[in-house]
């Protein structure tokens, strides 16, 4: 079972990848909107890759009103 | 017409295959003017019927197959008539559309969705006419319309309670979420699913598999396994219709089309 930082680091990891963002310059408590520069469908992409690399369903309403990737993370976490 | 390029769409026949492309920005949103070259499609595809043995619908726009019904241009059109004209409009665009997605459900070739990114509402149902939707492992799938106060108005439920059990429908509906292509793949709502940037690839092979059949048998075959559910389609028309009646509509598309929200698209 993964801890909760290793969630937040696997979607870090993730995103910087996928984002286009150079590794080790997004921070748990970064806005995801702000820091990826991401639209809401891009949003969905995200969602699709957080469920297809963890393995799980996250409905989006669970993810509404997140923007922070240590709230996403333990959202994550719930569902594991 | 063997092949067609519209503002919205395009087709191309080629060895019994018509690979219809949806290309009009931002996600496919569909309108007047893509409901009028889907006719334009029907009627074509009807004249190629015979010589057809499959038809691919896929998506040109980058995010995805279609974002549904074009919420923007339902507003601006509604809320340019009074409630009377702007009932029998609305009324008259679903018949249209229903006889689309009616033709396509019913027609004699075997009809792929390719998808990939995006897949709502009205989009979704287009997919769901489809004889099978193949995925793209990012594609995801939702009917968002209850924040609307509406329900899906394109054969959604009846198409969806066709192909799977009714606990997955009032999921999607009653929730509204939306659901990744493994999920959707798992309880039998996606055929196949292709990697990454595969969709079409995987799309193509399954057609050229099809063509290998006889044609009277394919069609037979189809419509003896996939009925049209006309009675259940035309209660949701008038059930559509009743609910846009209430203000609480109009209130809500407003709302979504005013949004500055990062999630629009979600309910």
Known sequence: ?80 | MKSFTGKTLRWQWRDGVIELTLDHAPVNEIGSVVLAELEEFITASGALGEETSACIISSARKQGFSAGADLRELYRGASALPEKERLAGLRGFLERIHAVLNALDAAPFVTIAAVHGVCFGGGFELALACDMIIADKMARFAFPELRLGLIPGWGGIPRLKRDLGNAFVRDLLLTGRSVNATRAHAIGLVAQLAAEGEVLRVARATAAQVAKFDGVTRAAAKKFIKPILHEELRREIDLFCELFARPTVMAALKKFVESTDGMPYLP
Do not use: C, W
């Open chain 1, 1 to 80: 079972m993964r801890t909760l930082e290793q969630t937040t680091q696997e979607i870090l990891d993730l995103a910087s990848k996928h984002f286009n963002v150079p590794a080790g310059s997004l921070a748990p408590d970064d806005d995801f909107f702000m820091k990826l520069g991401i639209d809401s469908l891009q949003t969905l992409e995200m969602l699709s890759r957080l469920e297809n690399h963890f393995g799980i369903e996250l409905p989006d309403y669970e993810v509404q009103g997140v923007s922070n990737f240590r709230t996403l993370a333990s959202r994550i976490q719930s569902r594991l």
